[in-house]
């Protein structure tokens, strides 16, 4: 099937390939997009179960406040006009079954006399990390993203230098350190337990950790009201308004390529799709959706140098999670929205031990759930294999009710006769994940940001293929440790690298405003 009007195709349209139609329809591009759910956003969703939103994406969006950095990408894309954002003054509180807590305050000054009440003797240790995040509250995270690296020239690198400069030895100095390392430098048995969860993932480069409570206190890491998949469908909206189609449930099979050259894409109905080009604009195809499975299934490992091989070998670490999404029949607006608490006991959780379970509900926002009621989310990293070993059979379904049962005895604890009050249970494994999205593991957020992958998030990785042209690869698999913004940035910087490749110039425009 042919369409004389479509130059560019993208497969998927989570944030990435959203945004991707959506600067492509700026530019002058005629766009298609081909989804296999039936719903936009790709990771960046909630699900309705009896009344009770459960979102499974943003726990805070960078570019929430107006004038900050990625907030004039959010406008372009149409997703902040007119939304709510709430902004925490604490990222989470990390609990001891004694009720010891360190509360993970965004206000570095704050923070820093708090952790120094905890522990006076790490006080010299503590200084030097506020000051860390005191620094880093200057330092736009988007000026990696703001050109696409194939693009920048000596001038261009000479530039970022510069504006880099300032902050080079705080980002050097604290990217090569875990959180989990940082922690065994304190002298406090608490806080060496306490310090590796206080940003969710105890191998993420103490930076990054601090990078986020820095942008919490400037109020531009906000949680959007409404959720996650509201917020995608304002970009979906965005989308359609510039013109663009997108086809749901039509999950794409191959890439039709001819002469080393992307074509166009065959569904698995067998419909084909090509597109034709006209003018100077050739056909392009863009995968933004699960990059192994780009590369193996759609390009049938045609395309695949050494490099790219290495990186699917399973020596990068993901992020697979298990999540159980509780509705309640209780107001938990007084409680702490955020908790991590540390158990006296390990348990068993797909067939791991877990020292620790991470909560958090949603009464931030009143649209998620009933008046009076609220929604309880537990959420922790899991074993892909373990569940995929039995997906598909009964043993699945039972596992999940037997896990999720484990994880409500254990609330109990915590908020005594909860689960009486609980309405409704939700389990999604990484198979979930998986099954919707096609991500690779179920993985939320491609390769799991550490020490190891900050390099490749820095330098980036290609977004075309050797000896394949017309072909670009958009989203979390060639952004390491994802995020919503960058994904975001992906797309619009795959447009304006194509701009380049065309002799066209980049145009953005803001709904309702000339373009510029």
């Not at 009440?117 to 506020?130: G, N, R």
């Not at 749901?248 to 109905?269: F, K, M, P, T, W």
């Not at 992958?453 to 958009?474: E, R």
Request: glycine share 10%; hydrophobic share 40%; net charge neutral.
């Amino acid at each position: 099937m042919k369409n004389s009007s479509t130059n560019i195709i993208i497969i998927g349209a989570g944030i990435s390939g959203l945004a991707a139609g959506c600067y492509a329809q700026m530019n002058g591009y005629h766009t298609q997009i081909f989804e296999m759910h039936n719903l936009p956003g790709g990771l960046c969703t909630a699900w309705n179960r009896n009344g009770y939103v459960f979102d499974g994406c943003i726990h805070y969006l960078f570019g929430s406040g107006k004038g900050q950095p990625f907030y004039s990408m959010w406008e372009e894309l149409g997703a902040v006009q007119g939304r709510q954002f709430v902004h925490h003054d604490e990222l989470m509180r990390v609990s001891e079954p004694g009720g010891k807590t360190l509360i993970v305050y965004s206000n570095p000054d704050k923070l820093e006399s708090h952790l120094k009440q905890l522990s006076p003797v790490d006080s010299q240790l503590i200084a030097s990390f506020c000051k860390g995040v005191r620094v880093l509250t200057r330092f736009d995270l988007s000026l990696l993203q703001r050109k696409p690296k194939a693009l920048m020239n000596t001038a261009d690198l000479w530039g970022l230098g510069r504006e880099m400069l300032p902050f080079v030895g705080s980002l050097v100095k604290w990217g090569r350190i875990s959180a989990e390392e940082f922690a065994r430098r304190f002298q406090d048995p608490f806080l060496r337990r306490a310090i590796p969860q206080m940003f969710s993932w105890k191998d993420i480069p103490v930076m990054v950790g601090m990078s986020l409570l820095a942008y919490m206190h400037n109020k531009n890491a906000g949680f959007p009201v409404g959720a996650s998949l509201e917020f995608a469908r304002a970009i979906e909206k965005r989308y359609l308004e510039l013109g663009g189609q997108i086809y749901y449930d039509s999950q794409v099979e191959r890439v039709l390529v001819e002469n080393n050259r992307a074509i166009g894409v065959r569904l698995y109905n067998n419909k084909e799709y090509y597109g034709d080009s006209f003018g100077k604009l050739r056909l392009r195809v863009i995968s933004a959706c699960d990059g192994r499975g780009t590369l193996f299934n759609l390009l049938r490992g045609q395309y695949v140098d050494e490099e790219m091989e290495m990186l699917y070998d399973g020596y990068f670490p993901v992020h697979s999670q298990l999540q159980v999404s509780l509705g309640v029949n209780r107001d938990l607006s007084e409680q702490p929205h955020w908790v991590t608490y540390l158990l006296n006991q390990p348990v068993v959780i797909a067939g791991e031990e877990c020292s620790e379970i991470s909560v958090k509900h949603y009464c931030i926002d009143p649209s998620l759930a009933p008046p009076g009621k609220s929604v309880l989310i537990v959420m922790l990293r899991t074993p892909y294999d373990y569940w995929q070993r039995i997906y598909g059979r009964k043993i699945y379904d039972a596992e999940q009710i037997q896990e999720s049962g484990i994880l409500i005895d254990l609330l109990e604890e915590f908020y005594p006769g909860i689960k009486a009050d609980i309405e409704y249970v939700d389990v999604a494994t990484p198979m979930s994940y998986e099954r919707y999205t096609g991500n690779w593991q179920g993985s939320s957020c491609g390769w799991l940001l550490t020490k190891e992958t900050m390099g490749m998030m820095i330098s980036g990785i290609p977004k075309t293929l050797p000896k394949l042209d017309s072909f670009y690869m958009v989203g979390q698999w060639v952004e390491p440790g994802g995020s919503v913004p960058v994904v975001a940035m992906s797309g619009r910087n795959i447009i304006q690298q194509i701009c380049h490749e065309d002799k066209k110039v980049f145009e953005v425009n803001i709904p309702g405003t000339a373009v510029f």
